[in-house]
């Protein structure tokens, strides 16, 4: 079967395909005190420094970075004319400028469209690949940028890291990125999304979306990064693992702040996974109480009774768990975190996006307006057992939160299926923790002119 699908997953999507979009119905969003642990100044400052004393063989961190830098670049490929205009007045700027003038003449806006969109093709490269930041030793690209922090997040050495990567040029990539890896003492990997977790489209008609070689599979969403992060937990038992988005990096004159945050993350992880072994083995000698202890100080699911008996106990304790950074939502898009009752139904914490809800819904739209928080994807997974056997992530997933998606390919319309979003429903029956960490470990670069922020600038 095409891309390694069996017959039965080919058949399981082309159902999906003719039903009608999933919508997941929060009962409230998670709030401080319902859901988010503040943490205090004395606190932050306990779990950093547990977080920084790590071995390096205790964690690692995953990034996904497999997609190209097309929608930063979106307004400027239309030539929208506020986005030109934007570009001329502060071209100087911009991190790639030096680039740019290299590569040709950069006179005219049309001539710095040119080396844009052109010369540079900017808006066919990873996005991990494009200049983000200037240096007192040069630009940074974001790929550069997330080892030098990593490199610098502990204090006991530098665990390895793992970048997702374009299947399509992916030997080049690699050579510079890995390069960069070295010359920053990072012992980093890298590998592609498996074509077997891509999905079949549809076309205008319903029927499947011929090519010439026959029907078109598309990637699966980031929701397909599940197995890859499988492969990273079985091939590095028993470490902690830290998720962060590829664009979601600050220059290095910011690390001081930033820095402390994530390893209190890390620091609590640690601290969370081992009260739950704890717990589990003392379940094991019949003493429920270490279990109810921790189901009612951590996870994310106070708003449920507890489970009675010795093996609903082990159950609720017994599976994946992942500690979340939260930041207060200052009008970002994205998810966030809410209350809600997986498959399983049992209420969980879980992160939603927006687009998995039916804003028409009176509901979610008074959840929506009373959320304050929002995911910045800066995440600590555990992912082993009390005996250091790793998960198998995919009984964790919560399946009834897929997307259905309308999209393009070659200018023709098609209907795609994407599985649930690695942190959204891939997580969806796992034991959460949302902790609000500081705005300032937050700057997404959605858009080419989120690189002009402040939180972008070296100094």
């Known amino acids: 079967m095409a891309h390694g699908l069996t017959a039965r997953e080919v058949e399981r999507q082309w159902l999906r395909l003719q039903g009608t979009p999933n919508h997941c119905r929060p009962d409230a969003p998670c709030t401080l005190g319902s ?12 779990w950093a420094q547990r977080g920084a004393g790590l071995s390096p063989d205790d964690v690692m961190r995953f990034i996904p970075a ?29 991190p790639f400028q030096d680039d740019a003038e290299a590569s040709g003449p950069c006179e005219t806006v049309a001539q710095k469209w040119s080396a844009l969109m052109e010369r540079l093709a900017l808006q ?19 790929f550069e940028a ?28 690699w050579a510079t990125t890995s390069a960069a890896a070295a010359l920053r003492g990072v012992d980093c990997t890298a590998s592609v999304q498996n074509p077997m977790t891509d999905t079949l489209a549809l076309d205008e008609r319903g029927r499947p979306f011929m090519m010439a070689k026959g029907p078109l599979f598309r990637p699966g969403g980031h929701g397909a990064l599940l197995h890859n992060l499988q492969a990273l937990a079985e091939a590095h038992p028993g470490r902690l693992i830290s998720i962060k988005n590829i664009d979601n990096v600050r220059p290095r004159a ?44 951590w996870p994310g699911r106070q708003r449920d009774a ?19 950074g939260m930041v207060r939502n200052e009008g970002e898009p994205g998810g966030g975190p809410f209350w809600v009752r997986d498959d399983e139904g049992v209420l969980r914490a879980q992160i939603v996006e927006s687009s998995e809800m039916d804003g028409r819904d009176a509901d979610v739209r008074r959840a929506l307006a009373n959320a304050t928080h929002f995911n910045p994807v800066d995440l600590v997974c555990g992912l082993c057992d009390a005996s250091g056997r790793t998960y198998d992530l995919t009984q964790y997933v919560d399946g009834s939160r897929d997307f259905l998606v309308s999209r393009s390919h070659q200018g023709r319309p098609l209907r795609g299926l994407e599985h649930p979003g690695l942190w959204n429903g891939g997580m969806g029956r796992w034991n959460t923790v949302f902790v609000e960490v500081d705005s300032a470990t937050f700057a997404p670069v959605k858009t080419v002119f989120d690189l002009l922020r402040p939180a972008h600038r070296a100094t």
């Open 66 to 94: 497999s997609g190209a830098a097309t929608r930063m670049f979106e307004a400027l490929l239309a030539k929208d004319p506020d986005s030109m205009a934007q570009m001329e007045a502060r071209w100087a700027e911009f």
């Open 306 to 324: 507890l489970p009675e008996g010795l093996n609903e106990l082990r159950t609720a304790l017994d599976r994946p768990l992942v500690v979340a």
């Open 254 to 297: 910011a690390w001081p702040s930033v820095l402390p945050w994530r390893r209190a993350l890390l620091g609590l992880t640690k601290t969370v996974v081992e009260a739950r072994n704890g717990a589990l083995e003392a379940l094991e000698a019949g003493d429920a109480t270490p279990a109810r202890q921790w189901l009612e100080r």
């Open 35 to 46: 859901g988010i642990l503040r943490l205090q100044a004395s606190e932050l400052d306990h």
């Open 124 to 142: 066919h490269q990873p996005k991990g690949a494009i200049p983000f930041h200037r240096e007192a030793h040069g630009v940074e690209t974001a």
């Open 146 to 173: 997330q080892l030098g922090e990593w490199a610098e997040t502990l204090g006991t050495g530098v665990a390895p890291l793992h970048f997702t990567l374009p299947a399509l040029g992916f030997d080049e990539v």
